[in-house]
């Protein structure tokens, strides 16, 4: 039985690529999806074109596109096309998040500042009219 559809996760390393047009992110992200486990991305360009709402000409150039940065390579077995993503492009998204130690100490240090810098603040109620 095929599985049930529940949409599509866009992993980080997808998200975050400057190279990527939203529309070959949305692509990628539903081959990785497919494809992550070791399967085959099978849809044509027709179905594709359906459910991203493009016109196939786009999935096409998309296509080309993924396979000149080296994310996912076609191959033909006679009758169909099938899609398979590139190891390395795999380990990246599957990598752990690194933290940045620099850029979480710039933030604490920012903040620390921020709280020392605050002015006195005065106890006096201020009222929204002259008079009492």
């Known amino acids: ?3 049930e559809f529940t949409g599509v996760w866009i992993p ?3 998200y975050q690529n400057d ?3 939203p529309t070959d ?6 081959i990785y ?10 849809k044509t360009n027709d179905t594709i074109a359906k459910e991203v709402n493009i016109s196939v000409p786009s999935v096409s150039r998309s296509i080309k596109k993924l396979i000149n940065l080296n994310y996912i390579k076609c191959e033909y077995n006679g009758r169909s096309r099938l899609i ?13 998040n ?3 130690k620099a850029a979480i100490s710039k933030r604490l240090d920012s903040i620390h500042s921020s709280i020392q810098n605050k002015k006195h603040i005065s106890k006096d109620v201020v009222l ?3 008079s009492d």
């Open 12 to 14: 980080k390393a997808i």
């Open 84 to 96: 398979k993503m590139i190891s390395t492009l795999i380990k990246m998204i599957k990598q752990p």
């Open 25 to 30: 992110k949305l692509i990628l992200s539903d």
């Open 19 to 21: 190279k990527l047009t």
């Open 128 to 130: 929204p009219f002259e």
């Open 1 to 3: 039985m095929a599985k």
């Open 98 to 100: 690194q933290i940045d």
């Open 33 to 42: 999806n497919l494809c992550a486990e070791g399967g085959d991305y099978f």
